[in-house]
């Protein structure tokens, strides 16, 4: 377990920002029931706010996503300043092992920079490797290009993991060992960041990295500082700037309103002159330089598709105006007394709906065979008592169970164990970290949720409807790469 990073602390009327606008900002997102799992506010370089919803608490490594693009930028722009790289090095000088002798001039012209943007050759909306890709490098080279390099915003994680390799050939390690003498260690994160590797054995700097939400904010904290921080100047000032200014339109190729401001290097801009490290399932670092002001979240909103400008949207209406443009406000102890309630109560929320039903009796223990299915699920059972209840069921792997409370969670080993593990691509031979939790949304209907909570995060949901001796069931989930034998229809009779 990592250890908490020193990080200093205040009550939020001392760096102007009053406590019941954090109460209310936090209050409009439980209202749409975001899965979040902390939210830290920093103004000034000090904490105002932090808050954890069990079992995350400060000292846990959290899976950061594509907010370990940013992470990434860094350790470019500090080899651009130790004179090892620079931003017009094309990419494939550095790969003369991978690339063709044909390559193609698209791909032949790509710079760093380019990467940097995500503006590579290749189409827009894809990667050019699978997670059973064995080398992703490769794929990089051997896919073939769509467009010039350098012009059009493309969103591509593939840009990101051929950057994490560059960096091991011209640093002769992998980034997070790069990065943790000159911005880790200096910057009081975390000894023990880590980072997914790739199925070849590289950091997946695209979407890996592990880290505290203390770790992303003090993260936040150098880059809204210019690369600096207690006195030191750890990325190259002039580097981090324009990493974070609006150096590529993106305002045609971004899925949400929030996210069309621009794109730096491996940054997102956004309202109000500012920038983000933004990754999947709302790990956020939005950074305001004008008003000195960071907000981190991290969650598993992967299943709610407008997570992200839900946020935004509590941020610009409960927290901006409100910050005081002075030094500070008078104390108010009993706000910030009942923020500080607030934050203890932060909680992953539970399935809506009754913790019981008349027809749970007539169901419970009852085994239904179900026909041919997507799924190949054999049989289901389920059992009800105590406020609890479990689902048993046969699939491929075997027999399993699952279990869930009724309005709270029953945290477990997920029941499979082919999941990945530290490797895309290698299983991690146990079952996944998870909670579950389950209500009646009609007399003859429940609904189940799982939520993965370990280094792979995801929503599992499935919903079972009952009619006489029947039951039919949909599956469906919001994770990368697993959850997969969990998608899809299926019916069947009770044979009892």
């Known amino acids: 377990m990592t250890k908490p990073n020193p990080l200093p602390g ?15 900002f936090l209050d409009r997102l439980a209202d749409k029931r975001l899965p979040l799992h902390s939210v830290l506010m920093l103004r000034r370089g000090r904490l105002a706010a932090e808050g954890y919803a069990p079992p995350f608490d400060r000292a846990r490594q959290h899976r950061m996503y594509s907010t370990s693009k940013s992470f990434v930028s860094a350790a470019i722009g500090i080899l651009i300043g130790e004179g090892k790289l620079k931003l017009s090095d094309r990419i494939a000088a550095f790969f003369p092992d991978k690339a063709p002798a044909d390559l193609h001039p698209y791909v032949a012209e790509a710079t760093v920079r380019d990467l940097l943007l995500m503006a590579t050759p290749h189409r827009y909306g894809h990667c050019t490797y699978s997670d059973r890709s064995p080398d992703w490098a490769d794929t990089y080279f051997q896919t073939p290009p769509t467009h010039r390099p350098g012009q059009i915003f493309s969103y591509d994680t593939t840009a990101t993991v051929m950057l994490c390799i560059l960096i091991r050939r011209v640093a002769g390690v992998e980034f997070t060992d790069y990065l943790r003498p000159r911005l880790f260690a200096p910057a009081g994160m975390s000894a023990d960041i880590a980072c997914i590797e790739t199925p070849c054995g590289h950091e997946w700097g695209g979407s890996g990295v592990l880290c505290t939400p203390r770790d992303l904010a003090l993260f936040a904290l150098v880059c809204l500082n210019g690369g600096r921080l207690n006195g030191a100047q750890l990325i190259p000032e002039a580097y981090i700037r324009a990493a974070t200014s609006r150096q590529i339109d993106n305002t045609l190729t971004a ?18 002159n500012g920038f983000a490290c933004r990754g999947m399932g709302s790990q956020l670092a939005v950074c ?10 991290t969650g598993d909103t992967q ?30 102890t009993a706000a910030h007394a009942g923020l500080e309630r607030r934050l203890a109560r932060l909680a992953i929320p539970t399935v809506e709906g009754e913790p019981d039903s008349p027809l749970a009796a007539a169901v419970s223990g009852k085994t239904y065979a179900l026909d041919a299915n997507a799924m190949g699920i054999k049989t289901l059972r389920f059992t009800f008592s105590n406020g609890e209840g479990a689902l048993d069921y046969a ?14 969670h029953v945290r477990q080993a997920f029941p499979e164990t082919h999941y990945y593990g530290r490797r895309i691509g290698t299983p991690a031979g146990k079952g996944y970290d998870c909670l579950c939790s389950a209500a009646w949304t009609l007399p003859a209907s429940l609904l189940v949720y799982t939520y993965a909570i370990d280094e792979y995060l ?11 001796d029947t039951v039919t069931a949909l599956m469906d989930k919001n994770a990368e790469w697993f959850f997969n034998e969990y998608i899809g229809f299926a019916s069947g009779t009770c044979n009892a």
């Open 10 to 24: 205040t009550a939020p009327e001392a760096v102007g920002i009053p406590s019941g606008a954090v109460e209310r």
């Open 255 to 272: 899925t949400e309103p929030e996210h069309r401001y621009g794109y730096g290097y491996q940054f997102w801009r956004t309202r109000h």
């Open 288 to 297: 305001l330089p004008d008003q000195d002001f960071i907000l981190v979240t």
């Open 303 to 332: 299943a709610i598709p407008s997570a992200c400008s839900l946020i935004y949207d509590a941020l610009w209406v409960h927290i901006l105006p409100h910050l005081q443009a002075g030094s500070r406000l008078p104390p108010d």
């Open 395 to 408: 699939n491929a792997t075997g027999a399993h169970r699952l279990r869930f409370g009724f309005g709270r």
């Open 458 to 468: 995801g929503t599992l949901k499935m919903n079972f409807a009952f009619d006489g």
